[in-house]
């Protein structure tokens, strides 16, 4: 199961788009309220979540996905239950993929320390031990998966797919939505 934390003021696109993206896949994804079940994003595109962050079945976890926008990267930050799901995912060696502003959420739990990483422009300082490629879309490094901008959501959503099922439905999925 895939996991994809919504909070008040989250980037609509870098949630929505890999959510797309994943689901085409066949891959199980759950949008997750941390605000309540109807949570609205940076744009006020209201999105009703799935299941509410206290429904989490944290054992069922394969990958957890955290949208940028800075609304709902404080509102992540605001979570202790969300920041303690974070944590749960990485130590216990589930996928970690966060886009934009939200890879500070990793850095500042030490998950990216030593470990190679993207962010939004302008959000390098806070990216603590994290060694930085600001000119990549996305960068994978173990179970830690980052994304650039909500530019860069459809590659993001892509490197989802091919960490949980492979290049190949990664490929057949790009195909689908016509990735030129």
């Known amino acids: 199961m895939v996991y994809v934390l919504l909070g008040t003021g989250f980037e609509e696109t870098e949630a929505i788009v890999p959510v797309d993206l994943l689901r085409r896949a066949g891959i199980p994804v759950m949008t997750v309220g941390i605000n309540g079940k109807t949570v609205y994003g940076g744009h006020s595109i209201g999105i009703e979540a799935d299941i509410l962050l206290e429904e989490m079945d944290l054992s069922k976890m394969d990958m957890i996905v955290l949208p940028g926008g800075l609304g709902g990267v404080a509102s992540i930050r605001g979570s202790k239950p969300a920041m303690d799901a974070v944590r749960y995912a990485w130590e216990n060696g589930k996928y970690t993929a966060a886009i934009c502003a939200a890879p500070t959420i990793l850095a500042e739990l030490g998950i990216s320390d030593g470990r190679n990483a993207t962010c939004y422009p302008g959000c390098e300082a806070?990216?603590?031990?994290?060694?930085?490629?600001?000119?990549?879309?996305?960068?994978?490094?173990?179970?830690?998966?980052?994304?650039?901008?909500?530019?860069?959501?459809?590659?993001f959503g892509l490197a989802l797919i091919r960490a949980l099922k492979g290049k190949e439905t990664a490929d057949k999925v790009a195909q689908q939505i016509v990735i030129r």
């Not at 994978?140 to 909500?150: K, M, P, R, V, Y």
């Open 126 to 155: 806070n990216m603590g031990a994290a060694i930085v490629t600001a000119d990549h879309a996305c960068v994978q490094d173990g179970n830690l998966i980052t994304g650039a901008s909500a530019g860069c959501a459809a590659p």
